[in-house]
């Protein structure tokens, strides 16, 4: 793959298991696996995307950082941070604890580990699984917009719904932050 003309390092955190490693499998790969692994530390993906605003072509290699969600590895986390523009924040719809950690947990350490300005998009995954969701697409939207996060998206990486819009809107909010849109 060749890399892009822009390069950007983003992070993907929420609590084990919510769905960061098959939303970027969904996202790089177009693929979709059953059986859960979790993330041992952070994985590490690459994946150009191509964006079009205003008529102007960009493409974009995302280094995406996929940061175990396992309490265990807190210590360790903050390491793979240096570095981001960028954050998917996300939880689980059929979780409520899921959704309630992004603001009590990860977003201080998005915020701590890469600053005040950092992009972050709100994703909340497994929307497929509608009997049993349990976090309404409302209190995301309220939630997005306390914590300031550029966009609210609801996503499934078993259906690939809106997965690839979610990276491509952080793309086009870094170009935004770097003045190039």
């Known amino acids: ?15 084990a298991a919510v769905g960061k490693t098959s939303l970027i499998n969904r996202f790089v790969g ?4 059953e059986d859960y692994r979790p993330t041992l530390g952070a994985n590490l ?34 390491l793979y941070f240096k570095g981001s523009v960028a954050g ?5 719809c059929t979780r409520p604890t ?4 992004i ?4 977003l201080n350490e998005l915020l701590i580990n890469t600053g005040s300005t ?11 699984l509608k009997d049993s969701q349990s ?3 409302e209190e995301g939207m309220e939630l997005a917009q306390e914590i300031n996060a550029t966009e609210f998206i609801e996503t499934s990486a078993k259906t690939g719904e809106n997965v690839i819009h979610a990276f491509k809107s952080l793309s086009i909010q870094i170009l935004k932050n770097l003045g190039k849109i």
């Open 88 to 92: 998917c924040l996300v939880y689980d």
């Open 118 to 128: 950092v992009s972050f998009v709100l994703i909340g995954n497994k929307i497929d």
């Open 103 to 106: 603001k009590n947990i990860w």
């Open 1 to 15: 793959m060749s890399e892009g003309d822009y390069i950007f390092k983003i992070v993907i955190i929420g609590d």
């Open 45 to 78: 993906l690459r994946q150009n995307v191509e964006i079009e605003v205003d008529g102007k072509q960009f493409l974009c290699t995302l280094v995406i950082w996929d940061i175990a969600g396992q309490s265990r590895f807190e210590l360790i986390r903050s």
């Open 98 to 101: 899921t959704f309630e950690n």
């Open 30 to 33: 177009a693929k979709f696996k």
């Open 135 to 137: 976090v309404l697409k």
